[in-house]
């Protein structure tokens, strides 16, 4: 069946512009999780859905950065005048129930965002 | 400090060797997670695990939950496994739905050459 998708799958942007980036999770899948990984630097958690639960913002690096997902689905993440340390790649993940209370995340390929 | 710390960052290993990578945890209560990340490419998750070992070809992945250690091997190593390993380890378990943030290592670099 069809993966996580997102798009655009690279955007090159100008400092103080605004970005949208787009997430697709897999059909079913209740629960939406975005990542970045700068250069050099590993993985780190933004934000997450769960189903209709309030999301959990704590790794949003400023408010700038914000996240939407429409009817438990589709998700984009927005980054206001954006900066030159937001360039990174933006990775998106969802995950449903398999067994017991561990959920295998399936990742997406990841939108490249180089801010100029 | 991070709380998911892997060794070695890099490692170069000749085509046909045992590679092992290890990961030590001091997050997560309930599984670790291996993942793949091959140059340019996206992330692939290779295993789950809470316990014991799983095998998948000529991956192996063990867990001692007790000792928040997991060690990742991999056999007859080819270049085509050559990519940075990530082991991650939920940070919360979150009792509605039971999803969980990940806390990622900073990876490791596995060149394998012919």
């Known amino acids: 069946g069809a993966g996580v998708s997102q798009s655009p799958s690279n955007k090159v942007t100008e400092k103080g512009k605004d970005v949208e980036l787009r997430c697709d999770p897999i059909?079913?899948?209740?629960?939406l999780y975005w990542y970045r990984q700068s250069l050099g630097q590993g993985l780190e958690f933004l934000i997450y859905?769960?189903?209709?639960?309030?999301?959990?913002k704590s790794g949003l690096p400023s408010d700038r950065f914000s996240a939407e997902r429409t009817g438990g689905s589709v998700s984009t993440l927005t980054i206001q005048r954006t900066q030159q340390e937001d360039s990174a790649v933006y990775l998106c993940?969802?995950?449903?129930?398999?067994?017991?209370?561990?959920?295998?995340?399936?990742f997406g390929p990841g939108t490249r965002l180089t801010v100029t | 400090k991070n709380e998911v710390e892997q060794s070695p960052q890099n490692l170069t290993a000749q085509e046909g060797e045992f590679i092992t990578i290890n990961c030590s945890y001091s997050?997560?209560?309930?599984?670790l997670h291996w993942l793949q990340q091959h140059p340019g490419g996206g992330i692939v998750s290779l295993f789950m695990?809470?316990?014991g070992k799983k095998k998948h070809g000529r991956l192996i992945a063990t867990i001692n939950i007790q000792e928040k250690h997991s060690s990742l091997h991999i056999t007859a190593s080819h270049p085509r496994d050559s990519a940075v390993y990530i082991c991650?380890?939920?940070?919360?378990?979150?009792?509605?739905?039971?999803?969980?943030?990940?806390?990622f290592g900073k990876g490791t670099k596995l060149t394998v050459n012919p």
């Open positions: 993940a969802s995950s449903g129930r398999t067994s017991g209370s561990n959920y295998e995340q399936y």
């Open positions: 059909s079913g899948h209740t629960a």
């Open positions: 859905f769960q189903g209709n639960s309030a999301p959990d």
């Open positions: 997050v997560g209560i309930s599984a």
């Open positions: 695990l809470s316990s």
């Open positions: 991650a380890a939920p940070a919360l378990l979150i009792t509605q739905g039971g999803s969980e943030k990940l806390v």
